[in-house]
């Protein structure tokens, strides 16, 4: 059964800072990973994705992803209030299901 | 952009009442999904479907039943609502399962009295 982990709960960052948040998993077969950002009150969107070890970036938004650690991560460069939100990774554990962790809550400070 | 709709948006239902969840995706998209979102525990799937006339247990399947009547449409059924199933209900669809991005309805908040 994958166990899917978040570090910190909740994070609290001024304005223009580097934020890291992290997740772990248990099932070393997982090939997609992903970070989902959920503003409050609204639908969880999909915000960046990684299918191999590595790093990907996308503007402010880098992922590292390390498969022999069961770990990936998400950075965000220039922290801004607008990313204050609920971020949700998540990982495959077959070719159908998705299981989420339980999310590390983000307050950006202006 | 991808769509999918819920329905109701919101309800309140008294304890050992029926209640079905709504789901409609016009992204024709294969896969379904129904999970719980209660504070603490991240998103829960439910109930999950790759075809018409088929659903899948999810991880918390007990005291819920799925329908998927066509390839569009996904129902959550609560037969005998219960306190502990109150939460934000969320119906996402993808193309083609784990590999593609889920997206997501706007939830549907139960409060069971």
């Known amino acids: 059964q994958q166990n899917v982990q978040q570090s910190p709960e909740s994070l609290i960052v001024p304005e223009g800072a580097r934020t890291s948040l992290n997740c772990t998993f248990s099932?070393?077969?997982?090939?997609y990973f992903w970070w989902y950002r959920q503003h409050s009150g609204k639908a969880p969107k999909a915000l960046m994705s990684i299918f191999s070890n590595g790093e990907k970036e996308e503007g402010r938004f880098t992922i590292h992803l390390n498969k022999a650690s069961l770990h990936f991560s998400l950075h965000i460069r220039d922290s801004q209030p607008s990313d204050s939100a609920l971020y949700l990774c998540?990982?495959?554990?077959?070719?159908?299901?998705?299981?989420f962790g339980k999310g590390t809550h983000l307050h950006v400070l202006p | 952009e991808a769509a999918v709709t819920q329905s109701p948006r919101s309800k309140v239902a008294v304890t050992g009442g029926k209640v079905t969840l709504s789901c409609h995706q016009t992204?024709?998209?294969?896969?379904m999904y129904w999970y719980r979102q209660d504070t603490g525990h991240g998103l829960r799937l439910i109930h999950y479907s790759y075809v018409a006339d088929s659903t899948e247990k999810g991880d918390i399947p007990d005291g819920y039943k799925a329908s998927r009547p066509s390839q569009e449409n996904f129902s959550l059924i609560l037969e005998l609502a219960s306190l502990s199933q109150t939460a934000v209900y969320f119906c996402a669809s993808s193309e083609r399962g784990s590999q593609n991005t889920l997206y997501f309805g706007a939830g549907t908040r139960l409060s069971v009295l």
């Open positions: 099932d070393s077969a997982s090939q």
């Open positions: 998540a990982v495959d554990t077959n070719a159908y299901k998705v299981i």
């Open positions: 992204n024709n998209h294969d896969y």
